[in-house]
């Protein structure tokens, strides 16, 4: 069962959600700021939690954006003609990622996606990721091109 939880829906809805967000964010190394507000980083975004035999077994937080920029890789543009020796090739580990200049369109942005390591490989994220495309703008499936990580 997934569950959304909105930026207006009632206190005790957006406590949990920073509750499960403070595990999430330990598990998952997130920096906690002492000086800022619990609650600061919830406010805005609109939460989906999936719930399997009354526990949260996955997060996603998410909010309206509305422009993104691809990530490109160092070796992006590369044509097929390089001359790299294979040698070089296989150790070569160390890649570069940096974004376009060009924003894309974008109406969905991802801030946090989690799921239990005993509950993954269950497709759990993506109905998350499903559940908030059909969802989080009345009455518009959300395409996947337009929606991004933020």
């Given at each position: 069962?997934?569950?959304?939880?909105?930026?207006?829906?009632?206190?005790?809805?957006?406590?949990?959600?920073?509750?499960?967000?403070?595990?999430?964010?330990?598990?998952?190394?997130?920096?906690?700021?002492?000086?800022?507000?619990?609650?600061?980083?919830v406010i805005d975004m609109t939460s989906y939690i999936y719930?399997?035999?009354?526990?949260?077994?996955?997060?996603?937080?998410?909010?309206?954006?509305?422009?993104?920029?691809?990530?490109?890789?160092?070796?992006?543009?590369?044509?097929?003609?390089?001359?790299?020796?294979?040698?070089?090739?296989?150790?070569?580990?160390?890649?570069?990622?940096?974004?376009?200049?060009?924003?894309?369109?974008?109406?969905?942005?991802?801030?946090?996606?989690?799921?239990?390591?005993?509950?993954?490989?269950r497709g759990i994220a993506s109905k998350l990721v499903t559940?908030?495309?059909?969802?989080?703008?009345?009455?518009?499936?959300?395409?996947?091109?337009?929606?991004?990580?933020?």
């Amino acid at each position: 069962r997934i569950l959304e939880v909105r930026p207006e829906d009632a206190p005790q809805h957006q406590k949990k959600i920073m509750e499960v967000k403070a595990i999430v964010d330990k598990e998952l190394g997130f920096a906690n700021r002492i000086s800022e507000d619990p609650s600061s980083g919830v406010i805005d975004m609109t939460s989906y939690i999936y719930i399997s035999k009354k526990r949260v077994v996955g997060l996603l937080m998410v909010k309206r954006i509305k422009r993104a920029y691809e990530l490109l890789s160092s070796n992006e543009g590369n044509d097929g003609n390089d001359t790299t020796s294979d040698h070089n090739k296989n150790h070569n580990h160390s890649l570069s990622i940096s974004r376009s200049l060009k924003p894309s369109k974008a109406l969905l942005g991802i801030h946090q996606i989690w799921v239990h390591n005993s509950h993954r490989s269950r497709g759990i994220a993506s109905k998350l990721v499903t559940a908030a495309r059909d969802n989080f703008i009345f009455g518009m499936m959300v395409p996947l091109e337009l929606v991004a990580f933020s």
